[in-house]
């Protein structure tokens, strides 16, 4: 067996270990049960963050299903991403209530502070920024949801506080801990 075996196709011939081994329980569970494809994805983009190519081929060959097929459900849900996001997900609703009571400024607030567009994520990696169509929280427009959390009625000046809390919050996390005796 060459040195540069590649983790590709089956997978068979290789000497490396399984890259998606933590989605082992979940298509041992999964594979053989019809339309839990979705399920599937779900799961494995809880464990990864996100959809690569390989990773839709390993569930493709551990379900027998076709790769265009994979790829084709993958695609069709929103839900599914195919980039790496930052450790926070912005998703910041551009509905109608939303868009009346000023998204489009807390939006421009969350670009300025960040210095990203729509879709992209900060060089650090921690903030990725996504708008959506509607997050069913017209009632607290304009909204964003920030991993599982809502923010509501936002302004300029909130976000960017909470966009610093956040930062501050994870730049605690990198910090080394002192040692006290």
Do not use: W
Not at 119 to 129: Q, V
Not at 138 to 152: F, H, Q, R
């Amino acid at each position: 067996m060459s040195q540069n075996t590649k983790i590709s196709g089956c997978g068979c011939h290789s000497d490396q270990p399984n890259p998606f081994a933590e989605l082992s329980p979940v298509l041992d569970r999964y594979a053989d049960i019809p339309g839990s494809l979705i399920t599937i994805l779900q799961k494995a983009q809880e464990l990864y963050g996100f959809l690569s190519v390989e990773l839709m081929r390993h569930i493709a060959l551990e379900t027998h299903t076709s790769i265009a097929k994979v790829y084709g459900v993958a695609t069709f849900y929103t839900q599914f991403r195919f980039e790496p996001v930052g450790k926070y997900l912005i998703m910041l609703c551009q509905g109608t209530a939303c868009h009346v009571n000023g998204s489009k400024q807390v939006e421009e607030a969350v670009m300025d502070y960040l210095d990203i567009k729509e879709g992209e994520t900060t060089s650090d990696g921690l903030f990725t920024l996504n708008n959506v169509a509607c997050l069913g929280c017209c009632s607290l427009s304009p909204v964003m949801m920030i991993n599982d959390d809502t923010y509501g009625q936002l302004t300029k000046d909130k976000v960017t506080n909470i966009l610093a809390e956040l930062k501050e919050i994870a730049d605690s996390e990198k910090a080394p801990q002192e040692v006290t005796a």
